[in-house]
């Protein structure tokens, strides 16, 4: 694994010293392409990103044309954003003149989560792309068909410069990614894994950008418009089946408006579909293992004197797949497994 990781990197480089010394409206044609190729590809994606996520149709959809904008946005803009410009020298050498230029790190390493497998490791990639470095993307293991498919677009613009590569694995991969002497590292995943990353980089001094996970809340106060908010609310605690880390994860309600509140949410709760249907509101958990955490949850709720008002215990399950599997279905086991995990 350590070998494949760093036979990339060693491609990567090169291919760095020749995509850094482009012009920036040359980088800004090539990455234009790039985003058309994508776009072209949008429906392939989306039921790629559906398949390996669980997510419905419509939410693969909204990932991936919101990524195409982000790297819209950096081709175009990249240019203006980096260029030189004369910056105050201060007090102390106020009879010099100062000029502020950047230059690429080189070789940029993401390693990018499983609940949004496109568009937020593409967050890193357009901008490392756009400001002149290769790329070298290890995608969750839940995930690797998203990274590949994003590679061979890449391949199909430059088949001859590595600028953008992707090697897949666990978590061995992601470790080895971060030894492997790129010039900065960008990781989104846990707090524990971020961790990791962060210490394997400081043995180098290698730059960390970390997004981790983290614990977010809604305050319903006693004034609110409170079909507004149970709209907002059930949106964001069942978009992506919780799986995202800006979901919400607790409210708190002023006690006045508690009863209502929880009223109009129930109303909602009960009308949301859950299933691997195409058209479902939600789709299944990603991760297995996931289950028995949300099991534990509601437990601990339950056993502490709350009420559920929807479901219950009874409903946090392995679902039957109703497909019918083959040897290139990608619901096979023991993926399959991780597909039919859900509430």
Known sequence: MSSHVDTAVQRARSAANWWGALPAPR????LLAFKRRLAAGITELADLIRVETGKPTAGALLEVMLTIEHLDWAARRAERVLKPRSVPSGMLAFNQASRLSYVPYGVVGVIGPWNYPFYTPMGSISHALAAGNAV??????????????LADRWTEVLPDQPVLQVVTGDGEAGAALARA????IAFTGSVPTGRKVMQACSATLTPVLLE????????????????????????GGFWHAGQACVGVERVYVVESVREEFLRRMKERAERITVGLDELADYGPMTMPG??????????DALERGGTALVGGLESIRLRTCTRSCSSTCPRT??????RRSGR
């Open 181 to 184: 002497g790129v010039d900065k």
């Open 333 to 338: 086991r023991p993926r399959c497994v991780r």
């Open 27 to 30: 980088r800004r044609r090539h």
């Open 212 to 235: 981790l996970g983290g614990k977010d809340a809604t305050i319903v106060a006693e004034d609110a418009d409170l079909d507004a908010a149970a709209d907002a609310l059930t949106w």
């Open 290 to 299: 996931q289950i028995d955490i949300v099991r534990r949850h509601v437990s």
């Open 136 to 149: 070298v993307f290890k995608p969750s293991e839940f995930t690797p068909r998203v990274g590949a498919w």
